[in-house]
T-cell receptor, first 111, second 113 residues
Framework: TQLLEQSPQFLSIQEGENLTVYCNSS?????LQWYRQEPGEGPVLLVT?????EVKKLKRLTFQFGDARKDSSLHITAAQTGDTGLYLC???????????FGQGTTLQVKP | KAGVTQTPRYLIKTRGQQVTLSCSPI?????VSWYQQTPGQGLQFLFE???????NKGNFPGRFSGRQFSNSRSEMNVSTLELGDSALYLC????????????FGAGTRLSVL
């Protein structure tokens, strides 16, 4: 069974701080997606990374896909209260065609 | 372009009853996936339908079933409800299936009493 372990599960920080969320697996994924979910809504895609070693930047968010395509990280610089939400990573299995989600990281950014 | 629509948004049922949830995907999307989201287990994959055929299935009991119609709309049915079925049920549509970008609806919040 393929698993994606996300850490930390919970993060509470002050506005302006930096943070990193990790997504790790022993399996190789053909691509990895990051989503953010706000209360009362479904997850919304932030980015997809496909190539090992790939780095993508979305304003203050930096996403990295590991060289071996088994892990990924999301780094937020100078967090804002609007970044509060549940962050989910999801790996696309090249074997089964399924999308496997991590448990999620609940981020709270305090003013 | 309208997004993914799930109905109803909220449901309250009692143990033993059955429930049907509906999902209308984005126009042109042929793949619909269903997920169960709970605080303890996170987002768990139920099944995926593509062009009216179930293409992938998660590890849920047979009480959970689904179908997809020719217009790509999908329904999910849960029979003989249990307390543990209380969750947010999310539907996601995509162009080509699980490996491509998933567009999620707002979900149906099911409470089983």
């Amino acid at each position: 069974t393929q698993l994606l372990e996300q850490s930390p599960q919970f993060l509470s920080i002050q506005e302006g701080e930096n943070l990193t969320v990790y997504c790790n697996s022993s399996s190789v994924f053909s691509s990895l997606q990051w989503y953010r979910q706000e209360p009362g809504e479904g997850p919304v895609l932030l980015v997809t990374v496909v190539t090992g070693g790939e780095v993508k930047k979305l304003k203050r968010l930096t996403f990295q896909f590991g060289d071996a395509r088994k892990d990924s990280s999301l780094h937020i610089t100078a967090a804002q209260t609007g970044d509060t939400g549940l962050y989910l990573c999801a790996g696309a299995s090249s074997n089964t065609g399924k999308l496997i989600f991590g448990q999620g990281t609940t981020l709270q950014v305090k003013p | 372009k309208a997004g993914v629509t799930q109905t109803p948004r909220y449901l309250i049922k009692t143990r033993g009853q059955q429930v049907t949830l509906s999902c209308s995907p984005i126009s042109g999307h042929r793949s619909v996936s269903w997920y169960q989201q709970t605080p303890g287990q996170g987002l768990q994959f139920l099944f995926e339908y593509f062009s009216e055929t179930q293409r992938n299935k998660g590890n849920f009991p047979g009480r959970f079933s689904g179908r997809q119609f020719s217009n790509s709309r999908s329904e999910m049915n849960v029979s003989t409800l249990e307390l543990g079925d209380s969750a947010l049920y999310l539907c996601a549509s995509s162009l080509n299936g699980q490996g491509s970008i998933q567009y999620f609806g707002a979900g149906t919040r099911l409470s089983v009493l």
